[in-house]
């Protein structure tokens, strides 16, 4: 929200309603598919797709791992229309409760993540890495949905710019190994907008966040 240092009574009071609103509201909603991997001249192929994963830092994030889970998430179309809503009548309540969901999505992905591993067999798993981060093309995103047939079964789509309907969602690619892995830098340290960033300019974030 650009809150520099400690937020005042106003600002958490804001956060207090707009987070009370969101959880009577949204519906949170994921599904995952367990899929092979194997290292191709380009990228990564997945058993699961037909289109490569391209690009140097996904070879590197998922360097030594010979399968993977694909994620995708979302807080479901209610998300957006209770932040379309609340920004017709308290355009700082819409900001606060839009806020609310980024982090909620975010919360979503830590639960599926417990879930989906709690089982065992899983001796080591990457961080989750998603279609727009380092130089893993953005418009992989389809295939991502796709392959998880995400449309039918939660009711997400994407855009013919590769942007996730509904908005609060995410997909990602988590890799699994037998062995230990190495988990690299995450958050703004492979993000390309890292330079231009108005939130990391204000020190909302760090290289590792």
């Known amino acids: ?7 005042d009574n106003t600002v ?4 207090e309603r707009a987070e009370r609103l969101v959880r009577e509201t949204v519906r949170p ?3 995952y598919r367990e899929t092979a991997v194997e290292a191709a001249e380009n990228g990564i192929k ?3 797709m037909a289109e490569t994963l391209t690009g140097r830092d996904i070879r590197k994030h998922l360097n030594g791992c010979d399968r993977a889970v694909l994620l995708a998430a979302t807080l479901s179309a209610e998300a957006d229309k ?13 900001l606060a409760v839009d806020c ?3 982090a909620a999505v975010e919360q979503l992905c830590n639960k599926a993540e417990e879930e989906i591993f709690s089982g065992g067999n899983v001796p080591y798993r990457t961080w989750r890495f998603s279609p727009g981060y ?3 093309p953005l418009d992989l995103q389809g295939a991502f949905l796709t392959a998880l047939n995400a449309q039918r079964r939660i009711g997400l789509t994407a ?3 590769s942007l996730l309907i509904p908005s609060k969602s995410v997909t990602a690619i988590i890799g699994i190994s037998d062995t230990p892995v190495q988990r690299g830098a995450r958050g703004c340290a492979v993000c390309s907008m890292r330079e231009s960033c108005a939130y990391r300019q204000l020190g909302g974030c760090g290289s590792n966040h």
């Open 12 to 15: 958490l009071e804001l956060l």
């Open 29 to 31: 909603v994921y599904v």
């Open 159 to 161: 855009t013919e710019n």
């Open 46 to 48: 997945l058993a699961c």
């Open 82 to 94: 209770l932040i379309r809503q609340t920004a017709v009548r308290d355009m700082a309540f819409s």
């Open 134 to 136: 380092g130089d893993l």
């Open 100 to 102: 609310i969901c980024s």
């Open 1 to 7: 929200m650009g809150v520099k240092g400690e937020p």
